[in-house]
Structure formats: C-alpha cells, structure tokens
C-alpha cells in the first residue's frame, strides 16, 4: 500500500472513531456509554497519530517543485563578478 492510502484510511478511522465517541451523546445514553466514549476517543488518537507518522516529510509534487525551484535559483550563479575580483582584467 503507498503512503497516501495508508494516510486515507487513518483518516477515515480517525474520523470514525470520533463518530463512534459521540454515539452515546446523540443516544442520550450517556450511563451505558462509557466503552463507546473509550474506544472512540482511542481509536481517534491512535489513528491520528499514524496518520501523522505517514505525513511527515511527505510532501506534494506541486510543493517539491517550487522548492526545487526556489533552492536552484538561490543557488545559480550570479552574473555579477566576485566581490575580491580585480575591476579591470
């Protein structure tokens, strides 16, 4: 599986897992609810931090390009003679 699946689903289950911690507030069963609002509000930490292990230092292409970009041109050589260059050859 690549990264930006694997990044889905844990979204996906992050967002479930939220769903399944407010069951009981949306039931008025708020007695009976105690597993529901554990294991929802686990399952919610839990996948949002592998969602965040499976972001980091991912990037999109648009971005690696402007940076690439960006670094290039900070880094290409000026037209501009050196600095400690005698004025006349």
């Known amino acids: 599986m690549s990264r930006c699946t694997l990044r889905t689903i844990f979204t996906v ?15 008025g ?13 686990g399952l919610a930490v839990l996948c949002g931090i592998l969602r965040c292990c499976f972001t980091e230092g991912d990037c999109t292409e648009r971005e690696y390009a402007a940076h690439k970009a960006a670094h290039e041109s900070a880094h290409s050589p000026s037209t501009s003679s050196h600095p400690h260059a005698p004025s006349h050859p």
Do not use: E, H, Q
Request: zero cysteines; proline letters at 4%; a positive charge.
């Open 29 to 41: 069963r708020l007695s009976s609810g105690v597993l529901y609002l554990v294991g929802g509000i």
């Open 13 to 27: 289950l992050l967002y479930y897992g939220v769903a399944i911690f407010l069951y009981p507030y949306l039931t």
